[in-house]
């Protein structure tokens, strides 16, 4: 027993002094309850509305204070016309826009019924539908509270419109969030993957001594990986129209040039991961779960980012595929053009720059 007392002991402490093995069993663990705990939820708070008031009277200015004091609804701007609508979706400013018709309270008073537009951004179905659900409710709710008391019964009838998918396809919203997860996942997790086999094979010092740079030779290695990734897009793409009958109302051009920039940020990142590792076993793993759990919950297409903590929301500002998920969405959905996604492209081009910069600089041209 002694003896076997011992090799217990020693087998904790090689646990303890592990710190990879210490973030597997105790980090790994407490971030994932974190991240299921705060993010996997379908509930939405201070989503942008903007209102179109064209009436101006007391019933409309009441069901606008009620928008307002709702945690559900945050309002993000004061339109003036019918022409703002539009712009105000390809803007990305609001994610509903309420129309109140001229004469509201005086139809009301004087027909008993009366009818408001709801427009919704359907682009991500299950959120425009939850967003005018909301709307709904707080519209019954002012009208039992402050209709009930009047002698004949009045009702305000709201009329939804789904801009972009009025179908409410599922498509629209995960072939975006897919295209987003397989780019980041399977660019990061090959690249890793490959130079580490040539650490474990014992090639990757004949490679670095040959005549050849050796940074040429990691982007030798990288180039494959690209194309393949290139040709996967556009299986996923093709599939996407022709058998989910996705729409595609944008540039081809600009959407594999965005592409493009995902995945050579999703290369640089698995090259970081490979020079931290020597094993094919732990670079799968840390791309996977690296890769795979951010892209899913903090991306955006699964679970809405507004109505999760801030600092997870801070998190999801430096996920590239989140980036991409936003071009990919205007691009396919929207239709729209560089001009309108230029924020996102910027901010997707300057991680991949860093990536790759840090990539390039960590890679160590002598092995130890």
């Not at 969030?177 to 397989?182: I, N």
Request: glycine share 4%; charged share 15%.
């Amino acid at each position: 027993m002694r003896q076997f007392f011992t090799f217990v002991s020693k087998e904790f402490r090689h646990v303890f002094r592990d710190r990879k093995t210490m973030l597997m069993l105790f980090g790994l663990p407490i971030a994932q309850i974190l991240l299921f705990g705060f993010a996997l939820t379908n509930e939405i708070k201070d989503s942008k509305i903007a209102i179109l008031d064209l009436a101006k009277d007391p019933a409309s200015r009441a069901i606008i204070e009620k928008i307002a004091s709702s945690d559900q609804f945050e309002i993000a701007s004061s339109l003036q016309s019918q022409a703002g609508i539009e712009e105000t979706f390809k803007k990305g400013s609001s994610n509903l826009v309420l129309v109140f018709p001229v004469n509201f309270n005086e139809d009301l008073l004087g027909q008993n019924s009366v009818q408001i537009q709801v427009i919704a951004d359907a682009s991500d179905p299950n959120e425009a539908n939850t967003l005018t659900n909301y709307i709904n409710f707080i519209v019954a709710s002012y009208q039992r509270e402050e209709l009930v008391t009047e002698a004949i019964p009045l009702q305000i009838i709201t009329e939804i419109r789904m801009l972009y998918n009025p179908e409410l396809k599922g498509a629209t919203n995960f072939v975006p969030g897919v295209m987003a997860l397989v780019l980041m996942l399977v660019c990061t997790l090959m690249t890793s993957v490959s130079i580490v086999r040539e650490k474990e094979n014992g090639t990757m010092e004949i490679l670095l001594v040959s005549p050849m740079n050796p940074f040429l030779v990691i982007v030798s290695k990288a180039i494959p990986y690209f194309i393949l990734s290139l040709v996967n897009l556009t299986v996923i793409l093709l599939l996407s129209i022709f058998l989910l009958d996705m729409p595609f109302n944008g540039s081809y051009f600009l959407f594999y040039f965005e592409s493009s920039l995902l995945i050579i940020a999703a290369l640089s990142l698995g090259l970081l991961i490979s020079t931290s590792t020597n094993s094919q076993q732990a670079a799968m793993l840390i791309s996977l779960m690296g890769m795979l759990v951010p892209t899913m919950l903090l991306t955006g297409f699964m679970f809405p980012l507004e109505n999760m903590p801030v600092p997870l929301q801070l998190i999801s500002d430096i996920i590239p595929s989140r980036w991409y998920y936003i071009i990919a969405k205007s691009i396919m959905i929207k239709g729209l053009g560089f001009a309108a996604i230029w924020k996102e492209t910027l901010i997707l081009f300057s991680m991949t720059v860093f990536f790759l910069t840090i990539s390039f600089k960590k890679f160590n041209i002598r092995l130890q």
